[in-house]
Structures are given as structure tokens and as C-alpha cells.
């Protein structure tokens, strides 16, 4: 389930005649929106408004490797301060768009003219 495009949840739903019933939702793609919290506020609120996920821990070590590149990172900083091409490439277009932004009375800006080709057409 972890990973992939096509995700499967079942859960049991009252009928009209108040009878429980098996419900199969289908969700295609992936997530539009990826909100991390600890807070407890905020989970009881995305609970009734949202699919909530665990990450999968179990596979390949993926948290052990982030945790690994996290504390490497912190302990030496020198050896990952080095900007790639593609880093400075976005760090200069947020700087633009900020400036853009503080200039014009913009409330939301989409910085991607084809997001309607992204989503899924079936």
C-alpha cells in the first residue's frame, strides 16, 4: 500500500435502513496535500476531514536512513552545505516570486500553468 498509485480503503457504513455494510473507496494518484503534525488539535480535526496514513516504517529503512542523513548532516554540516545547480536554480525562483509577490497585491499564486495534465482523467 505504501507507495503506490491506486490505494484501497473498506470500512463499515450504516444503510439507509440502518443496516451495516462493507464500503469500498478507490483513491488513484497521489495525495494532493501532505500535512505532517504531532499536535493532537490538529489531528481530531483532520481525522473527520481527511484520509490520515501512517507511514510505512517497515520497508527498506527508510526512516532509518533519514534519521542517518539527519544526524550526518547535523554532526557535519561542511560536507552537506554544497548547493547543487538545481538548489540554486529554486532558490532563485522563490526569491523572484517573493519579490513579484511583495510587489502586487497577489493573494494565491499556482507557480505551474499545467496541473489539469497531472491529475487523473478517468
Do not use: C
Amino acid at each position: 500500500m505504501h507507495d503506490t498509485e491506486r490505494i484501497e480503503y473498506r470500512f463499515t457504513d450504516k444503510s439507509a435502513k440502518g443496516s451495516l455494510r462493507t464500503v469500498k473507496v478507490v483513491i488513484e494518484s497521489f495525495p494532493a496535500t501532505i500535512f505532517l503534525t504531532t499536535e493532537r488539535k490538529y489531528m481530531e480535526e483532520l481525522a473527520i476531514r481527511s484520509f490520515i496514513v501512517t507511514p510505512e516504517a517497515s520497508k527498506g529503512g527508510k526512516i532509518e536512513e533519514a534519521s542517518k542523513l539527519t544526524n550526518l548532516k547535523a554532526s557535519f554540516p561542511w560536507e552537506y552545505s554544497e548547493e547543487t545547480e538545481e538548489t540554486k536554480t529554486v532558490k532563485a525562483l522563490i526569491e523572484s516570486l517573493k519579490r513579484q509577490l511583495s510587489d502586487a497585491k497577489t493573494d494565491v499564486v499556482i507557480p505551474f500553468s499545467n496541473p489539469h495534465e497531472l491529475f487523473p482523467k478517468k
